[in-house]
């Protein structure tokens, strides 16, 4: 148990559809992040969020937006998604967002998501 | 601009062989240096991580070397086992524009034969 939970675990939808996926950490971590994994590419990194703040968003088209209610929830709300947007996304927690010397991230299972 | 390479891509050794997993970096100047796992369809887990000043560390048969004027690191895995099987995934937290950042490489799928 890695202490991140990810919400659902697969998500089917339409180039019309809005969606929402759930991060949840129960490490006591006040940074939280999402990162996009596709097929034969480097995990990238999308939001970075430091005690409920965003900090970074790396280029991330407006059709993901990210929401932080409390350190330990992020969602990431989808809406007019492309076919290109199916890979798998991915939720971590660190102590704090600037990843120092001795800082590592723990990450949830992911959601895999398809666009049709 | 900070790159990341993993070589091989894949690779399949048989059950208790020793086998060492590469990584190199272009710019030397990072904070550290961390060798993840992930299993199909699941997320990360860290295995070890070497701060910039450290040379290497150490976890059970896991070892992992770290040569920051070279741009390298190795993974060092002692008698695989079947449960070794996963992808293997380097990543180096370095500074990009006065911000700190955590760049991935593409891995390395490790297949050991029982």
């Known amino acids: 148990e890695t202490g991140v939970t990810q919400t659902p675990r697969h998500l089917v939808m339409g180039m019309t559809n809005k969606k929402s996926l759930k991060c949840e950490q129960h490490?006591?971590?006040?940074?939280m992040y999402w990162y996009k994994q596709s097929a034969k590419k480097p995990l990238e990194l999308m939001f970075v969020y430091s005690l409920e703040e965003r900090v970074e968003n790396n280029s991330v088209p407006s059709r993901f937006s990210p929401e932080c209610p409390n350190s330990s929830h992020l969602f990431l709300h989808l809406h007019t998604l492309q076919p290109e947007d199916s890979a798998l996304y991915l939720c971590a927690s660190s102590q704090e967002w600037r990843p120092g010397p001795m800082e590592t991230q723990y990450f949830g299972p992911g959601t895999r998501l398809l666009v049709l | 601009k900070q790159e990341v390479t993993q070589i091989p891509a894949a690779l399949s050794v048989p059950e208790g062989e020793n086998l060492v997993l590469n990584c190199s970096f272009t710019d030397s100047a990072i904070y550290n240096l961390q060798w993840f796992r992930q299993d199909p369809g699941k997320g990360l887990t860290s295995l070890l991580l070497?701060?910039?000043?450290?040379r290497e560390q150490t976890s059970g048969r896991l070892n992992a070397s770290l040569d920051k004027s070279s741009g390298r690191s190795t993974l060092y895995i002692a008698a695989s086992q079947p449960g070794d099987s996963a992808t293997y995934l380097c990543a180096v937290t370095t500074r990009v524009n006065r911000d700190d950042k955590i760049i991935f490489g593409k891995g390395t799928r490790l297949h050991i034969l029982p």
């Open positions: 490490l006591g971590h006040n940074a």
């Open positions: 070497i701060q910039s000043s450290q």
